[in-house]
């Protein structure tokens, strides 16, 4: 099946400082990828849209320049929280779709970011 | 975007079915019905999906109904590695919304042992 991976899977940066995380489709490859986030007892929440070759479409109320994404390659896409501060602190997943089934979204594994 | 609802919470004894409603009256025809899962501090996984039939695989069936307002995952046996909270999703093939899920709050699923 498809898989989806997330590096680093946890992270915890002081205030200020920037945060890059990948996410990457192991056996198959998207032009397109999905950033979400996910606050402690939410729901997922879609952040942006990557595109390979192109640039990010980002859902209202997301900061395109305090989150960079950059769709690097078929199987690459890099989320980049600049200058994080606690309020960014927070669950980031990652999704592809297709695999043997063009219709689903696989995930990543998430990413733990902690913003001290 | 048509929305879903689900019951809050449901729970189940181990090894036994489980059927995890979810409404969704105002679906188009061109919305599929998407089912993923949660399992504690891990990204979603895909479960089961369909348009009009139902469906199975080898995770779990899907039943929708006639007019498509509503559907019913259904798991035939539950374990205790079923406890998570369940998504239902409405998404189209193709368009600009191709690929965006909307997650609402879900069925946070109980197994008992």
């Known amino acids: 099946g498809a898989v989806v991976s997330q590096h680093p899977s946890w992270v915890i940066c002081k205030s200020g400082t920037s945060v890059k995380i990948e996410c990457r489709s192991l056996d198959f490859q998207a032009t397109t990828m999905f950033w979400y986030r996910q606050f402690p007892k939410q729901s997922l929440m879609l952040m942006a849209t990557s595109n390979e070759g192109s640039k990010a479409t980002y859902e209202q109320g997301v900061e395109k320049d305090k989150f960079l994404i950059n769709h690097a390659s078929l199987t690459l896409s890099t989320l980049t929280v600049t200058s994080a501060h606690p309020e960014d602190s927070s669950f980031y997943i990652c999704?592809?779709?297709?695999?043997?089934?063009?219709?689903?979204?696989?995930f990543g594994p998430g990413t733990r970011l902690t913003v001290l | 975007d048509a929305k879903t609802t689900q019951p809050n919470s449901m729970e189940s004894n181990e090894e036994e079915p489980v059927h995890l409603p979810c409404n969704h009256s105002?679906?188009?025809?061109?919305?599929?019905i998407h089912w993923y899962r949660q399992l504690p501090s891990q990204g979603p996984e895909y479960v089961i999906h369909?348009?009009?039939s139902n469906v199975n695989n080898r995770m779990a069936s899907l039943a929708i109904a006639e007019d498509r307002k509503s559907s019913t995952l259904i798991l035939h046996r539950a374990t205790l590695r079923d406890a998570a909270v369940y998504y239902c999703i409405l998404s189209q093939a193709g368009g600009t919304s191709y690929g965006k899920l909307t997650f609402g709050q879900g069925t946070i699923l109980t197994v008992h042992p």
């Open positions: 105002t679906i188009s025809g061109t919305d599929y």
């Open positions: 999704s592809a779709p297709g695999g043997e089934n063009a219709d689903t979204q696989y």
């Open positions: 369909g348009l009009t």
